[in-house]
């Protein structure tokens, strides 16, 4: 991999891994289109700019990273706990799924979901706009929604907001809760991965993963801004539809 596919790379994880659009489907796609070799080296790297996206997570919400705020973590460790659980019994299982085909199917299935939700989704003044306020109930359902993750082109962040939505979150709640949840899910994956990979982490490879990191952080940092400054305006409506799009044009061309 080079500084030029290093960027380009850093830019779609930091672009897509907090968009309901699959970050792994689009990170796929882009190394296929770069010619980048699934190597570990592309892991390590891989590893790099996920860890960059968590810090841009803890930088817009640092007020939310505070003892004072237990009660919220609480809430997240619940709604981690399904995610977690399944995808360590059935690690080998999930592994197996990942196919350009599932993909683009998972990819069209998500998108028709955002549209009949939208379609569906009547905010209520009882509605949670708070994410400090989700119950114990609602983080359960929303961690149990989150597991669809584990199936690739699925999104964390979109299976997360549309479980979210469900169980009475508003829009903004939903993505926010979305963005919190991604913390613990990151850390433990991003975790295991570089304890597999740190032989990977070595000074050939640093300018690499160092301008990675960089770029991934920037765009993931802005992304989250812009997000929730898009859902003041506007639904997820776009969202679905540019699935089910990039769903056809995949299973097309591959």
């Known amino acids: 991999m080079d500084i030029f596919q290093s960027i380009i790379m850093g830019i779609v994880e930091g672009f897509t891994e907090f968009l309901p659009v699959s970050s792994t489907g689009h990170m796929i796609v882009t190394a296929d289109f770069l010619g980048i070799k699934q190597d570990s080296v592309t892991k390590a790297y891989e590893v790099i700019i996920q860890f960059a996206a968590i810090l841009a997570v803890v930088l817009n919400y640092k007020d939310k990273f505070s ?8 809430k997240l460790a619940v709604a981690f706990f399904p995610l977690g659980l399944i995808g360590f019994l059935f690690a080998k299982q999930v592994k197996a799924l990942f196919d350009v085909q599932i993909v683009a199917v998972m990819f069209i299935v998500g998108g028709i979901i955002f549209l009949v939700i939208e379609k569906l989704y009547k905010p209520k003044e009882h509605f949670i706009d708070d994410v400090e306020k989700v119950s114990y109930k609602q983080a359960l359902w929303i961690g149990i929604a989150q597991v669809f993750a584990l199936i690739p082109g699925t999104s964390r962040a979109g299976a997360t907001i549309v479980g979210a939505m469900m169980v009475g979150l508003t829009r903004k709640a939903s993505a926010e809760f979305s963005f919190l949840l991604a913390f613990p899910v990151m850390c433990a994956t991003t975790g295991y991965d570089i304890v597999k990979h740190h032989n990977e982490f070595n000074d050939s490879n640093l ?22 400054k898009f859902l ?7 969202f679905g539809i540019y699935r089910i799009i990039f769903g056809v044009a995949l299973l097309l061309i591959y």
Do not use: N, R
């Not at 300018?207 to 929730?228: E, H, M, P, Q, R």
């Not at 003041?232 to 776009?238: A, D, G, N």
């Open 67 to 74: 003892p004072k705020k237990i009660a919220l973590w609480m």
């Open 207 to 228: 300018l690499v993963l160092g301008v990675g990191f960089v770029v991934s952080f920037i765009v993931a940092y802005l992304t989250i801004k812009l997000f929730l």
């Open 232 to 238: 003041e305006k506007f639904t997820f409506v776009s």
